[in-house]
């Protein structure tokens, strides 16, 4: 009968070294390893399946698309969804950008939020006018600007962009940011989510953002908790008028540290990437422009609040002919409460009216430092930038101070209309002189191979010069101006002090400009277009403004031509295809129309813009059902488009 080996003999018959259990602390390792390993191995698993299933979308800002040729990056529309509820949610420019930096070409990369992007028209920014500056001045080089700003956005939402680009190879990286910092994403007076939250949470939630399970989770929380703002759409800024934050708001100082550390994580990822970094202050105008929001001591009483509003209305009844009455009234009202910030708006006009420059600069910062919907970079969040710019050793971080800059050039030393559309967006001068400043920091310090190839030309272009390399002229500003008087009639300006004054100075100055939306003033600004295209045929946005003209000129053929050169340049982008669409409708050659609507949305099936003019197309041509479709899509997408639901409702439909 055969028996069986003890355990602690080897199958030789010889005896091994006995077998003994594992220690406890060794099974404990072992557990503790299961708990890790094991749920990081499912959360793995599931986001491959996720992946695998098309669930979700890529997180980062430069991204490959099927449209354009092999090599080449595109901005990612979908990025700002990690930041804002998605029919909120504002979009980056077109760009189009090979990472591999051809020979010969210097690279500039934009960093920033709607002013460093060129709002409202950012085909007149100051990037745009920057690269014309620095190609006249050195024309055996070429300068490639990539403008990764765009509006609604903050530092949180800037960092991931400048890791993004960190792959551009690009030389130079300037960063023009700030106006955002309080309103934007996790800022303590955003309606965009959570408010001031810690920076760890902010980058711990973006990380699990930037997976396809985190956007699983993140969109069925906004199905079963959906932002208040956001079945209404992008309201402007009057979406904000509810989020006052005061100047000594316990939340500020930490908001203030959050920016520092993205500012220098920023910096860090432009310099591991070879590229000089130029850091900027912000400006803002001061000189002509309330504060939107004014709010009292929290402890004034009634009876303070009485005598305070006495000497107020004192002050404001005095200002146009007494100013110095005024100032005596003013100063009765800020010995009560000093933290309103209209009062030393108004404070500050007499102040100027009476030739004292400083006593009214130190009132027009106050208001703008006080003002409670902090839409401008404060004094505290500029001189922090300074400071931070001045405890820099390395030679390849440079400070550009564009508020100093603008108010040494302005009357009074303080920045007003000649620089400003409103409170921070740029005029055509305003883009001009911060390109400048930038470009005058450039100059002494341009890479080797452009000063070698090209000795440059001894003066900068003039502004005039710049307009028309760019073809801006009386024709684009009239349709400046006529965006801006829609603007202006948003709840948060018609509330604003001095509102109908200045509305009625757009109106007049509109009225003047007239001529140009006559077809006499459009050939002009076409002539204009094709003067500019003759020195940069490759220019998309030029090629666009052209089309916009032959569109006002019902030139439709000529237009749709143009729009598809556009498309040639930026094959990704949706708007071209959908701007084709509806002349081609126009001119009743649906099957196009419709054509160019498919390949629109082919490669931007989130443009809500396409799905309206398909589902136009659609009603026009009694296919009731596919235009309901579509329409509901575009609304669902965008709430805002009106369009849309009116012609739902004529199909008898209600919005979704």
Not at 93 to 105: D, I, M, N, T
Not at 319 to 327: L, Q, S
Not at 338 to 366: K, M, T
Not at 619 to 634: C, F, M, N, S, Y
Request: hydrophobic share 45%; aromatic share 8%; glycine share 8%.
């Amino acid at each position: 009968m055969k028996r069986s080996l003890p355990a602690n003999h080897d199958a030789s018959g010889s005896a091994g070294p006995p077998v003994r259990p594992p220690s406890p602390r060794r099974r404990l390792a072992f557990r503790l390893l299961a708990a890790v390993a094991v749920p990081q191995l499912l959360l793995a698993a599931v986001e491959f399946l996720l992946r695998l299933a098309g669930v979700g979308h890529s997180a980062g800002f430069l991204i490959p698309h099927p449209a354009t040729s092999s090599g080449v990056l595109v901005e990612n529309q979908r990025f700002p969804w990690s930041f804002f509820p998605r029919t909120l949610a504002r979009h980056p420019q077109p760009l189009v950008v090979k990472p591999a930096k051809p020979p010969g070409v210097c690279r500039l990369v934009i960093l920033g939020e709607s002013a460093a992007e060129g709002d409202p028209a950012p085909a007149f920014g100051f990037g745009r006018i920057l690269q014309v500056l620095l190609e006249a001045r050195h024309p055996g080089t070429r300068f490639e600007v990539v403008n990764t700003a765009f509006t609604a956005i903050n530092s949180h939402a800037i960092l991931p962009i400048a890791r993004d680009c960190r792959q551009l190879d690009a030389d130079f990286w300037l960063v023009y940011m700030g106006n955002n910092e309080v309103i934007g994403p996790f800022g303590a007076g955003t309606v965009f989510g959570q408010q001031a939250a810690p920076l760890p949470l902010v980058r711990a939630g973006l990380a699990l953002k930037s997976t396809r399970l985190g956007q699983t989770f993140d969109g069925l929380r906004e199905r079963l908790a959906p932002n208040p703002e956001a079945r209404s759409g992008w309201g402007g800024m009057t979406m904000f008028q509810r989020q006052q934050v005061r100047h000594d708001d316990p939340r500020l100082p930490g908001l203030r540290a959050n920016f520092g550390r993205n500012l220098a994580d920023i910096v860090a990822a432009g310099r591991e990437s070879g590229a000089r970094v130029f850091v900027a202050t912000v400006a803002s105008r001061l000189r002509d422009w309330p504060p939107f929001a004014s709010v009292h001591r929290p402890d004034l009483t009634r009876e303070e609040r009485a005598v305070w509003e006495g000497h107020y209305r004192d002050g404001k009844a005095a200002a146009a002919n007494d100013p110095t009455g005024a100032i005596e009234a003013f100063a009765r009202a800020a010995a009560l409460d000093g933290d309103f910030a209209e009062l030393h708006y108004h404070w500050g006009q007499c102040a100027l009216a009476l030739g004292q420059d400083d006593v009214a600069r130190e009132h027009l910062v106050l208001a703008r430092d006080l003002d409670a919907l902090r839409f401008r970079t404060d004094t505290v969040l500029n001189e922090a930038i300074r400071e931070w710019a001045a405890g820099q050793k390395d030679d390849a971080i440079r400070l550009v101070d564009a508020e100093r800059a603008f108010a040494e050039a302005s009357p009074h030393g303080l920045p007003g209309d000649e620089w400003f559309h409103e409170h921070v967006h740029f005029t055509f001068p305003g883009n001009y002189h911060l390109a400048r400043l930038f470009a005058a920091e450039l100059e002494s310090r341009l890479p080797a191979f452009v000063a070698a190839s090209d000795p440059g030309n001894p003066d900068w272009l003039t502004e005039a010069e710049c307009a028309a390399r760019l073809a801006y002229g009386e024709g684009q500003r009239f349709e400046i101006l006529r965006l801006l008087e829609a603007r202006f009639q948003e709840g948060i300006y018609r509330q604003q002090e001095g509102h109908a004054k200045r509305t009625a100075g757009l109106v007049a100055a509109l009225l003047e400009l007239r001529g140009q939306a006559k077809p006499a003033g459009r050939r002009q600004s076409l002539a204009l277009c094709r003067q500019a295209l003759e020195r940069a045929p490759d220019d998309w946005v030029l090629h666009e403004l052209c089309a916009r003209v032959l569109g006002g000129l019902e030139a439709y053929p000529e237009a749709v031509l143009e729009w598809e050169e556009v498309r040639r340049r930026i094959p990704h982008a949706a708007r071209p295809g959908t701007e084709m669409g509806r002349l081609l409708q126009l001119q009743g050659r649906t099957e196009e129309a419709l054509a160019s609507f498919n390949r629109a949305l082919e490669v931007n099936p989130d443009f809500a813009e396409a799905w309206v003019g398909r589902g136009i197309l659609e009603a026009d041509q009694g296919r009731t059902e596919a235009a309901v479709r579509d329409l509901t899509k575009a609304l669902r997408i965008d709430p805002t488009r009106t369009e849309a639901q009116r012609r739902l409702e004529e199909l008898g439909f209600r919005r979704p």
